[in-house]
């Protein structure tokens, strides 16, 4: 699984800082594209970044949220 890390940047929002990672499956057609969506679909109407692409083991010693 691909395991990208997203981060609120929305300096206004109570949720600036948060960090998440959005997990997807390496053989769908865009994977990024789909992260994406995965991301905005949970963070509506929050400024969003991508930080990161981490390995399932890495992404699990993190221990952040993933959707």
């Given amino acids: 699984m691909l395991n990208?890390?997203?981060e609120v940047s929305g300096e206004?929002?109570?949720l600036c800082g948060e960090q998440f990672f959005v997990q997807v499956d390496p053989d769908d057609k865009s994977p990024l594209k789909k992260?994406?969506?995965i991301a905005r679909e949970n963070f509506k109407g929050e400024a969003l970044i991508l930080t990161g692409l981490f390995?399932?083991?890495m992404a699990e010693m993190?221990?952040?949220d993933t959707y």
């Fill in 12 to 14: 206004e929002s109570d």
């Fill in 35 to 37: 992260a994406w969506k």
């Fill in 62 to 64: 993190l221990g952040f």
């Fill in 4 to 6: 990208y890390l997203f």
């Fill in 55 to 57: 390995s399932d083991e």
